[in-house]
């Protein structure tokens, strides 16, 4: 089946620090990828997604590219603030699995002032 | 505005008891999902509906049920055959279960057993 296995936490850095959290996949077909983020005590929210090879998802600063050479979808910013200190969860969907979000483990960002 | 409420936020259940947690959209979305969160790990997919009066089980079902009678409601019970229940549960929906379209999550319940 599909998985997705993302950079193990916890990830700490200072403001302004350039961010990247690794994502890969597994998957059969093209499947879409996508990042969510989870503030403390709260649901997830979309931060950006790809539906194909070559796509460039980016919000709020944040980028990833959808690589299916390296079957990964790694997700940077160039320049963190405190705002930005959250769990983020790298996810895919495709054909193989009916269409299943499937989550990796999550990366803590802790963003120090 | 448009969104996703679970209820209640928290919620505490003695061992042995049934619990149902509440999940409602006013997006107008065709599909709805619940996962389980447990400290430190991804999500986890209990059951999803991709159309009122339809259901599937997800990877984690055993323990769990649940019903789709309106478009923006559905509802969770975890039954007593759970054997771990103390988790966080988060609802989700999307305009349509398929490959391009996001799931919008709710605000989640935490559920403690006692």
């Known amino acids: 089946g599909n998985s997705v296995t993302q950079m193990e936490g916890p990830v700490t850095l200072s403001e302004e620090a350039f961010l990247t959290i690794n994502c890969t996949y597994t998957a059969t077909g093209y499947p879409s990828l996508f990042w969510y983020v989870q503030y403390p005590g709260e649901g997830l929210q979309l931060l950006l997604k790809?539906?194909?090879?070559?796509d460039k998802g980016s919000n709020k600063g944040f980028e990833a590219t959808y690589r299916k050479e390296t079957t990964s979808f790694h997700l940077e910013k160039g320049s963190v603030q405190v705002s930005d200190s959250a769990v983020y969860f790298c996810?895919?969907?495709?054909?193989?699995?009916?269409?299943?979000?499937?989550f990796g483990a999550g990366t803590t960002v802790t963003v120090r002032a | 505005d448009g969104g996703i409420t679970q209820s209640p936020k928290y919620l505490f259940r003695k061992e042995g008891q049934n619990v149902t947690l509440s999940c409602e959209q006013n997006l107008n979305h065709d599909a709805m999902y619940w996962y389980r969160q447990d400290p430190g790990q991804g999500l986890r997919l209990i059951y999803y509906s991709q159309i009122v009066n339809d259901f599937q089980k997800g990877d984690i079902a055993e323990g769990y049920s649940v019903s789709r009678e309106k478009k923006e409601s559905f509802p969770l019970t975890v039954t007593s055959a759970q054997k771990n229940p103390t988790a966080f549960y988060l609802c989700?929906?999307?305009?349509?279960?398929?490959?391009?379209?996001?799931?919008?999550f709710g605000p989640g319940t935490r559920l403690t057993v006692l």
């Open positions: 790809a539906t194909k090879a070559d």
């Open positions: 996810a895919l969907k495709g054909p193989s699995d009916d269409y299943k979000l499937s």
């Open positions: 989700a929906s999307s305009m349509a279960h398929n490959l391009y379209n996001e799931q919008f």
